[in-house]
């Protein structure tokens, strides 16, 4: 590595030069500048120009910078593949879940072009013609702006690492993403729904009333076992959730967050499902010859196999069909919705509610899972003209207002009184020398 001359001008009694760091013959660092004091002519400038940069410290971030460039062996890594090591080494260390490299990795795949440029040679402009290239295939505008983070993120790792300078990505133009918050279940859809409840039977009658009745996410009602449920105490406890992969059935992990890890009451409606489930998978181990364990989950079936989420939806999104309950369009993750926005609205406190819901800030529980329904809003203008209405018997308290709206104590003008023509005027004499002194 060394330093090479970009420019060099006269700047008032002194000379001024540009310089860069030259990594090898493809990669050159940023452009910086340096005074380097007076001199008669250029050629005398050039010469202290040269001796300036022969005596110069390296940098150690541009030596950092050169290292990790000779350790691709002349060849850069390019976006996608920069992107993939990073989620790989995440997984390797813990930081992400299974089911979250897998997500990422669909998004490496998405990069197209973009992911075939090495990343010291991506511009701005590659990434707004990117950006404009999704819109013009269809993608939605929370697709497009995920994956202009995930370009951003990408490139600020190459930076990070010392294989290209940063990249100012904040004149790129995406489209306004405005995220639909989650719908509760109205009044009707509701009532339908718990009307509809008697008729289920199997697995997906637990796992409805584990949604509705306790705000359980889809892959921890998957995960719960009969070893965390006590009927007599009437407690559920919230350990673990079940992961999804596109290439397998899933897997068991942790809950989504420390603050999932929870011990829930059992309400009446989630009691009698329990119950009834318990009852059905005990019949059936009689009749297979097998002990009931209480190791088996809940929705699960007696061979100790759990039901993967994505089959636990597509048995509600086929219930829901059948009834015509939110117009046949409706998700197992709307009934957690569903369960929260009742508690806010029967007047819960919200830390309450975001222990049940697994939340570690009580102010994301209302900013997601509380809706703001038709039903509630009129509801609220009885509120409104109670607190806007005037007191009854309020008498102004010393105001004159209330008596003069009512018409009442009236108060007289006073009259002017005639001036008298022969009475005598006194007048002022002003002489000009007082106008003269103000």
Known sequence: MHYERVSLARRGGSWRMSYRAVYDAEHKGDRKWATIGAAASRTEAEHLAAEYLYNLPRDPEDERRAEAIEATEGRMPTVGELRRDDIDHALAVGAIEKSTHAGYCRHVRLLGDLGEIPVDRVTAQDVQLYVDSLVEDGYCSETVNHMLWTVRDTLELASFRMLRPPLDLRR?????????????????????????????????????????????????????????????????????????????????????????????????????????????????????????????????????AFMVPRYANQLFRTFVRTFGIGGGKCGLHRLRHTFATELIMSGVNPKTVSSWLGHTDPSFTLKIYVSSSPENLRASVDAVNEVMALPEGYAGQGSELPARIQGDDKKAAAEEPTPDKKAARAVKIISWESLACG
């Open 172 to 304: 790129i133009r995406a489209p306004k993403h405005d995220r639909p918050l989650p719908r509760a279940l109205s009044a009707e859809e509701k009532n339908a729904l718990l009307a509809a409840l008697p008729c289920i039977r199997g697995p997906l009658d637990a796992i409805v009333r584990l949604a509705l009745f306790a705000g359980l996410r889809c892959g921890e009602i998957c995960a719960l076992r009969w070893a965390n449920v006590d009927l007599n105490r009437r407690m559920v406890r919230i350990t673990s959730a079940i992961g999804t992969l596109p290439s397998s059935n899933g897997y068991l992990k942790g809950p989504k967050s420390p603050a999932g890890v929870r011990a829930l009451p059992i309400a009446d409606g989630l009691m009698e499902g329990l119950e009834r489930r318990r009852a059905e998978q005990e019949a059936r181990c009689r009749e297979a010859g097998i002990p009931f364990a209480d190791d088996l989950f809940v929705v699960g079936d007696i061979d100790g």
